[in-house]
Nanobody
Framework: QVQLVESGGGLVQAGGSLRLSCAASGRTFSRYTMGWFRQAPGKEREFVAAIASSGGSTYYADSVKGRFTISRDSTKNTVYLQMNSLKPEDTAVYYC????????????????WGQGTQVTVSS
């Protein structure tokens, strides 16, 4: 059984930064891809970033490339999403997810999800 708990969301002005954390329980953490997705009101869930089980490969949506950085600390069973230069369009609920996946950017492939954390960017 895998459980994910996100934290670090909040309200920030445009141009500011936030760091999201996702703490995972379960011994499979080191073997699974970790992903971040977001969902704004009235919109579909969209891919943000993902990191391979080894931590050697990272993937980003074009909309966040160069601004967001995903990383993982296997000693703490935690994945992070550093978000810089935030924009109002980044406002959404951010979800952490994990599983063995073929396509890291597809939310359909992830079987384990956190409860989400709200990020609000004011203009």
């Amino acid at each position: 059984q895998v459980q994910l708990v996100e934290s670090g969301g909040g309200l920030v002005q445009a141009g500011g930064s936030l760091r999201l954390s996702c703490a995972a329980s379960g011994r499979t953490f080191s073997r699974y891809t970790m992903g971040w997705f977001r969902q704004a009101p009235g919109k579909e869930r969209e891919f943000v970033a993902a990191i391979a089980s080894s931590g050697g490969s990272t993937y980003y949506a074009d909309s966040v490339k160069g601004r967001f950085t995903i990383s993982r600390d296997s000693t703490k069973n935690t994945v992070y999403l550093q978000m810089n230069s935030l924009k109002p369009e980044d406002t959404a609920v951010y979800y952490c997810a994990t599983d063995r996946v073929v396509r890291p950017n597809s939310h359909y492939e992830y079987g384990y999800w956190g409860q989400g954390t709200q990020v609000t960017v004011s203009s």
